[in-house]
């Protein structure tokens, strides 16, 4: 049985390793996972730090000590409380020596230290209730943007997935440290060659032999290149987007419950020429026409999806982009319908990361226009043309 020393002398302790029943201690030890339940250490408890060696190195701890006289002891409640497992957390010996030291009792109150439990044990019971089903192959892809370097955390990825999947095995890693900046030619055309050659041998034989059922995509590159990186996936094979948000300095891959929809505005050209089909995505930014008419001439046809109040933040929940993906097929579908077969179409983008990939993932490949995508070059502040998606002589 794990050992009890949470009663002020020996005398204490052993009266309240008999107050705990043999099944409570199973049923404590099966709710935190075996694992420490004091915040942010999780440590197991099953094997000894430094040889491994299996051993219990676990101290059942009362949050009401067992003892009126104890840290945090209550005349009435610490008898009845004594053996109640609600009152009980598993604990390291270092956390426990914390919590029961005098001069710590104000800092680790009652409602701190059940808090502790209640969020440990919550999370233990969602990741075991997760099916076999429910594993998700990590894909992640970073690219500098501009003169930054771009990283992605694994262990945050993984905690993105909870609790509807979990992550199935390694992570697959696409990127490339480029020693090139995106207002650089070459910095493109080495990206997509490094891209298109390593999904074909890290993803694609997994995909055609079945062998992975859902793939989990987290991306943060130069939005051409997320567009890129979708249509290598397409929307055949089963998988999710994500999407970083930041806060308060802080940043998080989980997506957020159920937001209100953005007003999704898809407008046409006024006056359709038949020439040179553009497609203006303003939602994180708003790209204006006479910038795009800089660069192709004041004779092409505009196509436009933009919100209102263009955002950073403008997708942060699924649905609001999944309506992105309906509205943005939509015009895809309308746009080809008015010109020549191989008419190439020229897409400027300003979109959150998860819509650029979910874009590209949109594309079909036998079916829809060629696709020229123009960067923001962050040093001359204008677009620039990148690279080519649903070019069949160039996707290979």
Known sequence: MPKDTSGTNAKNNKKTRGRIKAGTVFELWSKAGGRCEFRGCNKPLWQEDLTCAKVNT?????????????????????????????????????????????????????????????????????VTSIIPEAKSKIVKYCSSIGERAIHISGKELACALLPDRYPDGDIIELSLKSPWEDSEKIFWDVEEKSLRTQFNKKVKPYLQDNTIKHLSIFALAPQPLLMLLGSLFTDVYGAEVFQLKRT?????????????????????????????????????????????????????????????????????????????????????????????????????????????????????????????????????????????????????
């Open 58 to 126: 676990s101290n059942i701890a009362h949050i009401i000590a067992a003892s009126k006289n104890g840290p945090r002891g209550d005349k009435d409640l610490s008898p009845k409380l004594a053996g109640d497992i609600t009152n009980l957390m598993l604990l390291c010996k270092e956390h426990h020596t914390d919590i029961i030291d005098k001069a710590q009792v104000d800092i680790y109150t009652i409602d701190k230290l059940r808090l502790m439990k209640k969020e440990h044990e919550d999370r233990i019971l969602t």
């Open 248 to 396: 308060n300095n802080k940043q998080d891959w989980r997506w957020e419950k159920k937001f209100e929809e953005p007003d999704f505005i898809f407008e046409k050209p006024e006056k359709l020429r038949k020439k040179t089909p553009v497609l203006n995505l303003s939602l994180s930014g708003l790209n204006h026409n006479e910038r795009i008419e800089k660069i192709l001439g004041n004779d092409c046809d505009i196509w436009t999806i933009k919100v209102k109040e263009p955002n950073t933040n403008v997708i942060k929940a699924k649905n609001q982009l999944c309506a992105f993906k309906e509205i943005a097929r939509k015009a895809l579908e309308e746009i080809k319908y008015n010109y020549p077969q191989g008419t190439p179409l020229n897409v400027f983008p300003l979109m959150p990361v998860s819509a650029n990939v979910e874009f590209g993932r949109l594309i079909l490949p036998r079916a829809d226009m060629p696709m020229k995508i123009y960067n923001m070059n962050d040093k001359n502040k204008d677009f620039e043309y990148a690279l080519t998606i649903n070019d069949k002589g160039r996707d290979k």
